[in-house]
T-cell receptor
Framework: NAGVTQTPKFQVLKTGQSMTLQCAQD?????MYWYRQDPGMGLRLIYY???????DKGEVPNGYNVSRLNKREFSLRLESAAPSQTSVYFC???????????FGSGTRLTVV | RKEVEQDPGPFNVPEGATVAFNCTYS??????FFWYRQDCRKEPKLLMS?????NEDGRFTAQLNRASQYISLLIRDSKLSDSATYLC????????????WGLGTSLAVNP
């Protein structure tokens, strides 16, 4: 009963470094999402994947890329990290229709 | 006007109290509405969906007023464990997969 699993839980990067955040869900959901949460800004959608094989930009996609590797996995890549990308990142998944999201436990990323 | 607005609080209430939160949304075409709770440094968790006719889940009651474009959450008989931030969430009109999140209302239930 893992739900949505994100790795890593914490990460410190230097400016310009790259990294990939991993996300996997075991609920057979079609849709997956990457959000960032910053104080005073709320949750903002970075990218989403409505179904396997498709990805779309959200509200704040600049500086990020995603890959929907298969139905279970959706990764987020920072090619050249910037201090403005310091945030808490959440992956989520959902079934189609009027259903809520299930979130992973988050990745706390600091870029110095 | 922000797309989803909530009173940030904090609401400080004693155990056993009844507390209500409101949330307003700007797009009259939105169709899906949710309340999530988020504990400090944790992920948001779905509390309940909000249906047009209103719905109840134990001590929690959610209502939707489309004419005035607001949704509400009522918590009866508050418990210490209800202390959290409550997020109001509305879908992007025409796209059930994209949600707009309020900044949340902070609730502290005191002994």
């Amino acid at each position: 009963n893992a739900g949505v699993t994100q790795t890593p839980k914490f990460q410190v990067l230097k400016t310009g470094q790259s990294m990939t955040l991993q996300c996997a869900q075991d609920m057979n959901h079609n849709s997956m999402y990457w959000y960032r949460q910053d104080p005073g800004m709320g949750l903002r959608l970075i990218y989403y994947s409505a179904s396997e094989g498709t990805t779309d930009k959200g509200e704040v996609p600049n500086g990020y890329n995603v890959s929907r590797l298969n139905k279970r996995e959706f990764s987020l890549r920072l090619e050249s990290a910037a201090p403005s990308q310091t945030s808490v990142y959440f992956c989520a998944s959902s079934e189609a229709g009027n259903y809520g999201y299930t979130f992973g436990s988050g990745t706390r990323l600091t870029v110095v | 006007r922000k797309e989803v607005e909530q009173d940030p609080g904090p609401f400080n209430v004693p155990e056993g109290a009844t507390v209500a939160f409101n949330c307003t949304y700007s797009n009259s075409a939105s169709q899906s509405f949710f309340w999530y709770r988020q504990d400090c440094r944790k992920e948001p968790k779905l509390l309940m969906s909000v249906y047009s006719s209103g719905n109840e889940d134990g001590r929690f009651t959610a209502q939707l007023n489309r004419a005035s474009q607001y949704i509400s959450l009522l918590i009866r008989d508050s418990k210490l464990s209800d202390s959290a931030t409550y997020l109001c969430v509305v879908n992007v009109a025409g796209n059930n997969r994209k949600l707009i999140w309020g900044l949340g209302t902070s609730l502290a239930v005191n002994p």
